[in-house]
């Protein structure tokens, strides 16, 4: 999540093979779909509110491995009382599976617990594929993102996801939900739209009415939609979209953010940086002007303008519309500027019947106390 939007805007047939005993390698489980559905069958999957379980399952940073207190069950609890019916889980190839793509026992332990917590809770849960070694949205991952350069690294995404499929195709289809990969971005539409297809026809050929949830390209914003291609004949798919904008608000001194130093005034509804003279120490060019296309005045209207690009594309569709992130970095932005953006967004939702999922829980960009899990200011207005 966060920084991935930053880049864009200044720079603006395998063979499905399921697991068992933990590794995607092996052809040995066997389908438990039930044969009398199809994919024009419309399984329950209902979404309102959410939140992202940040930082648990994903994200750990360089060589710290899971923590397994991080997220109990008082989470769980905690988020259902604040009114939410739903997580999102994300998850990390590399603190899930090993290099041989053998499961690693502490991650599928959790997210076995994740799935438990979810079902005594009453909360319905999104496994969302977060980060695979051959691609990260931030390219953080100390590796190339060779996913849509090597044929090797698609049929190893495909094998991820038939193990997960594996481990979660008893969870009951009105809890559980997959969403593919988070936040791809590649110059080409069409290698996201190539792979969406393979990997959505070795799920289907197991489960054919599961919800699949699927984004666009460069980073899931909404100006991406109209070139998705979603597989057609089917109506248990879920389009994602994620929404940071204005990132001069949002991401305001995040120390990751390519306007990190700009430290003066903002405001919100409004011109969102007041101080003009900071362009002029951007030295790119290109970053320079795409800055000043980022800013300028930013209000409830703009936000919706952009959204309804992803909204138009789903209708169209028939499909239902979700947004999987959105957030402010809470550290350097004033309370009265965070609170008018999030009132504003989550009133956008609201007229457009677009469920949403904030980014996050209890890390970077919060809604408790990480210890007390006391709720802070903006909970009650995201739970909504």
């Not at 919706?304 to 519309?321: C, F, H, T």
């Not at 932005?333 to 949403?356: A, G, L, Q």
Request: charged share 25%; hydrophobic share 35%.
């Amino acid at each position: 999540m966060n920084n991935k939007f930053l880049g864009l805007i200044l720079g603006a047939g395998v063979a499905a093979m399921t697991s068992c005993g933990g590794n995607a390698g092996k052809n040995t489980a066997e389908s438990t779909a039930d044969s009398t559905n199809t994919a024009d069958s419309v399984k329950e999957f209902t979404l309102n509110r959410g939140v992202n379980l940040d930082h648990w399952l994903s994200q750990r940073g360089e060589g710290v491995d899971i923590d397994p207190n991080y997220i109990t069950k008082k989470d769980f609890e905690t988020i259902k009382k604040l009114g939410f019916d739903f997580v999102r889980v994300p998850i990390e190839e590399q603190l899930m599976y090993n290099t041989d793509l053998t499961r690693r026992k502490i991650g599928f332990d959790l997210l076995d617990s994740a799935v438990k917590w979810s079902d005594e809770t009453g909360l319905k849960m999104i496994c969302d594929l977060h980060i695979i070694r051959s691609f990260h949205f931030n390219s953080e991952n100390g590796e190339a993102n060779t996913l849509f350069e090597k044929e090797e690294a698609q049929d190893n995404y495909v094998k991820v996801w038939m193990d997960i499929q594996d481990f979660l195709k008893n969870t009951p289809e009105d809890k559980v939900a997959y969403e593919l990969l988070n936040e791809v971005t590649t110059p080409d539409p069409e290698n996201w739209n190539k792979l969406i297809a393979k990997v959505h026809k070795a799920i289907r050929a197991n489960e054919p009415t599961r919800k699949i949830i699927i984004g666009s390209n460069h980073w899931q914003i909404p100006n991406t939609f109209p070139d998705l291609k979603v597989p057609e004949n089917d109506k248990n798919l879920i389009l994602s979209f994620h929404y940071y904008n204005p990132n001069v608000i949002t991401h305001y001194r995040a120390p990751w953010a390519s306007f990190k130093n700009y430290s003066g005034k903002i405001q919100y509804p409004g011109d969102v940086l007041v101080d003009k003279d900071f362009y002029a120490t951007v030295a790119d060019e290109n970053e320079r002007e795409n800055l000043k296309g980022m800013c300028g005045e930013w209000n409830a209207e703009r936000m919706e303008k952009e959204i309804l690009i992803a909204k138009n594309v789903a209708d169209s569709l028939g499909l239902p519309l979700f947004c999987g992130e959105f957030g402010v970095f809470p550290y350097h932005v004033s309370p009265e500027i965070r609170i008018k953006w999030y009132e504003d967004i989550m009133e956008v939702f609201r007229k457009n019947n677009i469920s949403c999922c904030h980014w996050g829980w209890k890390n970077d960009f919060p809604c408790v106390d990480e210890k007390t899990l006391e709720p802070n200011a903006i909970a009650p207005i995201i739970a909504k």
